[in-house]
């Protein structure tokens, strides 16, 4: 059965944390798919802000150019990309990791993402998409939970045992499919297999009929920074095909961006 998440605690305003920062984050981690564009009182409800506070946020971003407004709604500008794309620039690894994806896609032709492990979530830094497989519409920023994705249950590998554990037993774990792993101590087992064997494989666990394969990309100190994987159809290219005709190339993938690092 899931789990309800942790309350998680607000540090204390102070010299080490301030709180105006934070809030204005919870104002523009507010937006989303579902909910581009947001009244005042929406943002303020959504973020658990006073109506004022979100008010002063929300006109700060605007002059700022992150946010726009119509006079009632207010929406996010392309300029909020800046803010991610400060991490991906300063991490020049991925553009040149872009052309050993494409080679990898050429190859096994289906799609190859990356992506890095943020808390309970991963998140995408690079893909190079072939067929849509997905109802989930996926690009570069997006998130997914991390313990029922190849490549998250491949991140967490990297972690402490006792880390692992607290992080999949603070994450509601919601049964996606009827193939989804929700327990807790099945799920830790999962991790404990895809570390010996250096590669993780999802058989439509997230979604009904994805199929997902990682790898790790690892620094010179032998530490997974980040996954990399191939997703495919599972009427097209089943588990047991993609293991055995597509790993050795992902591998060989991911050992290559590893020396990039």
């Known amino acids: 059965m899931a789990t309800h998440p942790k309350q998680a605690v607000a540090p204390a305003p102070g010299d080490s944390y301030v709180q105006s920062f934070a809030r ?7 937006f989303s798919a579902s909910a581009p564009r947001q009244t005042l009182s929406e943002v303020a409800a959504a973020t658990g802000l006073t109506r004022a506070g979100a008010r002063r946020i929300l006109l700060t971003l605007q002059t700022l150019g992150y946010v726009a407004s119509d006079g ?62 997905m109802r989930i519409s996926l690009g570069v920023g997006s998130r997914l939970p991390a313990w029922c994705t190849s490549m998250g249950r491949l991140l967490l590998a990297d972690l402490a045992d006792e880390e692992i554990r607290a992080r999949i037993e603070a994450t509601a774990r919601e049964a996606f499919t ?26 439509q666990e997230l979604e009904e009929g994805l199929v997902s394969i990682a790898a790790p990309i690892v620094d010179r ?12 159809q599972a009427n097209r290219t089943g588990a047991k095909m993609m293991q055995d005709t597509m790993l050795p190339a992902l591998l060989a993938s991911a050992r290559e961006i590893s020396g990039l690092l």
Not at 225 to 230: E, H, K, T
């Open 178 to 203: 009827k193939s989804t792993v929700t327990d807790a101590d099945a799920l830790f087992a999962k991790v404990m297999q895809a570390r010996r064997q250096g590669w993780c494989l999802i058989n």
């Open 72 to 133: 009632k709604l207010f929406a996010l500008t392309p300029r909020i990309l800046d803010l991610g794309f400060a991490y991906l620039s300063s991490m020049p690894i991925w553009n040149r990791a872009e052309p050993v994806m494409e080679a990898l896609v050429r190859q096994v032709h289906e799609s190859c993402s990356a992506a890095v492990l943020d808390a309970a979530d991963i998140v995408y830094v690079m893909r190079v998409p072939t067929h849509k497989i």
């Open 221 to 232: 100190a032998g530490r997974t920074v980040a996954a990399l994987n191939i997703s495919g």
């Open 24 to 30: 204005g984050l919870q104002v523009i981690r507010s």
